[in-house]
């Protein structure tokens, strides 16, 4: 099946400092991916909608300029932590559609961010 | 707006014994209905969609949903439930408003195989 990579998988940093996290399609190309954040124990929420070419849409709530998303190409997007704090710290999470595909979105297997 | 339920935060079950998962949702228009799961630490994995056709699809891992449209649920089941199987899963819903819609995904079950 499709593959997502994402990476870093675990990052560690210190309160106010940028982290890079890279979400890349690796059979596959993508003009549309997910980010996701997810709480301990709680559902995935949408972060943003990461489009290729154009800027990324944002939800309700989530800072533009502390989360900086590059979707620089079909198969690679970027979500820019910047400026951490502590209360950032949490699990995110990739998804790619393939072009073409309108059901099935793929996962990446998540960045586990701590800010200390 | 579109919204899923999943009534138990915990579902427990022996080993070989039936499971089932529950999830009930709200859409406009016809849904399309998803069931994800996820390991610890690790990304969603896709187990099965309706979209349309049949009411009971079936997926990986000897999984299957059966879609109950005036119910308005889509219950994942399996017949013999593996200690494996062990992992959280969530139920998903995207409207049919074209490609690349956003899912929403329900709070999650915990399932929990008892060897």
């Known amino acids: 099946g499709a593959v997502v990579s994402q990476h870093p998988s675990r990052v560690i940093c210190k309160s106010g400092t940028s982290v890079k996290i890279e979400c890349r399609s690796l059979?596959?190309?993508?003009?549309?991916m997910f980010w996701y954040r997810q709480f301990p124990k709680k559902s995935l929420m949408l972060m943003a909608t990461?489009?290729?070419?154009?800027?990324?849409?944002?939800e309700q709530g989530v800072e533009k300029d502390k989360f900086l998303i590059n979707h620089a190409s079909l198969t690679l997007s970027t979500l820019t932590v910047t400026s951490a704090h502590p209360e950032d710290s949490s699990f995110y999470i990739c998804?790619?559609?393939?072009?073409?595909?309108?059901?099935?979105?793929?996962f990446g297997a998540g960045t586990r961010l701590s800010v200390l | 707006a579109q919204s899923v339920a999943q009534p138990e935060d915990q579902v427990n079950v022996a080993e070989g014994n039936p499971l089932t998962v529950k999830c009930t949702y709200s859409?406009?228009?016809?849904?399309?209905l998803f069931w994800y799961v996820q390991y610890p630490n690790r990304g969603l994995q896709f187990l099965l969609k309706?979209?349309?056709?049949?009411?009971l699809v079936k997926g990986s891992y000897g999984f299957e949903a059966e879609f109950n449209k005036s119910q308005t649920s889509f219950h994942l089941k399996k017949p013999s439930a593996l200690v494996s199987d062990s992992a959280l899963y969530f139920c998903?819903?995207?409207?049919?408003?074209?490609?690349?819609?956003?899912?929403?995904f329900g709070p999650g079950t915990r399932l929990s195989v008892l060897p």
């Open positions: 998903a819903v995207r409207g049919p408003q074209g490609y690349g819609q956003n899912f929403v």
């Open positions: 309706y979209i349309t056709g049949d009411n």
């Open positions: 990461s489009n290729e070419g154009s800027k990324a849409t944002y």
């Open positions: 859409v406009s228009g016809n849904p399309y």
């Open positions: 059979d596959f190309q993508a003009t549309t």
């Open positions: 998804s790619a559609f393939p072009v073409g595909a309108k059901n099935i979105q793929y």
